[in-house]
């Protein structure tokens, strides 16, 4: 299977590996270059999966898609709206694609792109990667832990089975049906990881890890709230990746996911402070408005009506 990556940071090269190694042609993109200069003639990983893999780096989105059958979204969700429209405008056939993390409704805007332009790709959300990794001084990846499973929400609905036989070939990894993409949306645990540990107190035991319980809470809340109430639970998420991450999360990703729950709490009338409150503080501290999410903006009521059911 011809499988195009696009993003080349830590989670992007180590599902290139997972998926190299179980024989199948990846091209890797960065949309700056930037995540892909380190790499020489292979990619080279560490941890839970050693060994180094080649791989085809495109120069170009164009030459990136040319031929693939799949097609692997790992960008973080607040960069998305842009590369969504240039990726529809080079869309060709109907491929299958896959984008981890979700970015609030990314995949529901990518498929209202290419159904303007008479394409119908089925779209799958992964609110976590299958990998947990990290980028060493070298370069090379290494790889913390690969889950024991893959949570998935589709568009459309019964594009699940082909989605998950495309999963099973690329990762051979079980797979969990999760409603739709606005539950694989709602289930992304990153942005609370994000604003618990930055938000708890220094010295103050477990403080992030009670924090990141209280929000969510408010997140199975509003997923209550928007008929979306069988989620993985944040615990879950975090122990399948070896636990909370050692870096933290860009401050605009940690934005926009919670401005991505903040709405919702708003639409639905569903009261989430933690949240809310996460969210005002980031924007206090940034100067910035930072709600509503950048993408969410895209998408016309009508849409937005449909996803939330």
Known sequence: MKVAILGAGPAGCAMAALIANREHEVTLWSPRGGGTRHLGANLVTRGVLE???RLRIAADLGRALD???????ALPGHVLAPLLHRLATVLVGNPDILLTPPGALAPLLLRNLALSRGISPRVGALPVPPVAAR?????????????????LGSLPVEASPRLIAILDEAFGLPV?????????ALAEPAPLIGAAQLFAPQGVPNAAGRLLLGLAAERDALAEACGRG????????????????EAALPLAE????????DGLARATRTPAPLIGAALQLLEGATGERLSPHPLMAELDAESLAKALG
Do not use: K, Y
């Open 51 to 53: 060994g180094s893999w």
């Open 67 to 73: 031929q693939a059958e799949l097609v692997l979204v």
């Open 135 to 151: 980028r060493e001084a070298d370069g090379a990846t290494h790889i913390v832990a690969i889950r024991p499973r893959i949570w």
């Open 176 to 184: 969990e049906r999760l409603a739709d993409v606005l539950a694989a």
């Open 230 to 245: 069988s989620l993985p639970s944040i615990a879950e998420l975090v122990m399948e990746q070896g636990g909370l991450p």
């Open 254 to 261: 940690v934005a926009a996911g919670l401005a991505f729950l």
